[in-house]
């Protein structure tokens, strides 16, 4: 069984940056695709990054230019780098992977 443990959350001014990462317990982690999604108060959870298991990105635009996301096939995680940090970054933060979701990280950007 697949368990997905998130950290990196926290309060955060707005211009500033944050790292959350998400430590996966799967041994066929470097095969498969990674995500991290947000979910803010009342809005849908929605997609801002994943990386394939080449490292291929891809980003929600709202976030491109200011987030990355990246990966350690040998320490079985993944990486949410994020910088210019907006209000609007506001939100509950997911990783998913092979369609499990992890217990979510709160980033709050707020002066």
């Known amino acids: 069984q697949v368990q997905l443990v998130e950290s990196g959350g926290g309060l955060v001014q707005p211009g500033g940056s944050l790292r959350l990462s998400c430590a996966v317990s799967?041994?066929?982690?470097?095969?498969?695709?990674a995500s991290w999604y947000r979910q803010a108060p009342g809005k849908q959870r929605e997609l801002v990054a994943a990386?394939?298991?080449?490292?291929?990105?891809n980003y929600a635009d709202s976030v491109k230019g200011r987030f990355t996301i990246s990966r350690d096939n040998g320490k079985n995680t993944v990486y949410l780098h994020m910088s210019s940090l907006k209000p609007e970054d506001t939100a509950v933060y997911y990783c998913?992977?092979?369609?499990?979701w992890g217990q979510g990280t709160q980033v709050t950007v707020s002066s």
């Open positions: 990386i394939t298991g080449g490292g291929t990105t």
């Open positions: 799967s041994r066929f982690f470097k095969n498969y695709s």
């Open positions: 998913n992977y092979m369609a499990t």
